[in-house]
């Protein structure tokens, strides 16, 4: 069964450095990637997904993701955090089999002046 | 931009009363899902919906759980009888065209069973 791990619970980094959130998983034949964010009292907002294509996806806040299928990663990455950046992250899979999504444990991203 | 919009936003039940969530998915879109989020656990899918049927389930979408989309917009999710543990932030997420893999979620219900 297809499964998604978030190796870090809660990342805690200064505001304006880089950032790199993990995401690993389970081996499949085809798999769409996904990061949801959450933030405080909210729901899920997709932040980005990688579908097909080109392995390097951006979202329109300066997040970036590369699917990496060798190393069956989808890691999260910005280089240059804000306070406001503080949430939740979900890296969420779905393979081709189904259509719905398995979720991480989530990475808590705690950004400090 | 259109959204998913889930009522109510918050509920407290007692153990044992049925509850109905509400969820209003895009107008487009062709499947419905939800999913739970226990307190400090991971979000789990319970059930997805497509064609007036429940496509897929999972082990926790047990009897107690039932899914209806009663008219053109309203896509909803009892519990029969609710338990302790049903205690839990449940959201409803809609995606699009056969074969679109994107789900876009909604704020959520967060359920209190005492």
């Known amino acids: 069964a297809q499964s998604v791990t978030q190796l870090d619970s809660q990342v805690p980094v200064f505001e304006e450095a880089p950032v790199e959130l993990r995401c690993n998983y389970s081996?499949?034949?085809?798999?769409?990637l996904f990061w949801y964010v959450q933030y405080p009292n909210q729901g899920l907002q997709l932040l980005l997904k990688?579908?097909?294509?080109?392995?390097l996806v951006e979202s329109i806040n300066g997040f970036e993701a590369e699917f990496n299928k060798s190393q069956t990663s989808f890691h999260l990455r910005k280089p240059s955090v804000h306070i406001s950046d503080t949430a939740e992250y979900f890296c969420?899979?779905?393979?081709?089999?189904?259509?719905?999504?398995?979720f991480g444990s989530g990475t808590r991203l705690l950004v400090r002046p | 931009e259109p959204e998913v919009t889930q009522t109510p936003s918050h509920q407290v039940t007692q153990m044992g009363q049925e509850v109905i969530l509400r969820c209003v998915p895009i107008?487009?879109?062709?499947?419905f899902y939800w999913y739970r989020q226990i307190l400090g656990q991971k979000v789990e899918f319970l059930v997805s919906f497509y064609n007036n049927e429940i496509s897929e389930k999972s082990e926790i979408f047990d009897d107690q759980f039932s899914v209806e989309r009663p008219d053109g917009s309203n896509f909803t999710l009892k519990i029969r009888s609710t338990k302790l543990e049903d205690s839990a932030m449940y959201f409803c997420a809609s995606s699009g065209l056969a074969g679109e893999k994107t789900q876009y979620f909604g704020p959520g219900t967060r359920l209190l069973v005492l």
């Open positions: 969420a899979v779905s393979d081709g089999s189904s259509y719905k999504l398995i």
């Open positions: 107008s487009n879109h062709l499947y």
């Open positions: 081996s499949s034949v085809s798999v769409y």
């Open positions: 990688y579908l097909s294509g080109s392995t």
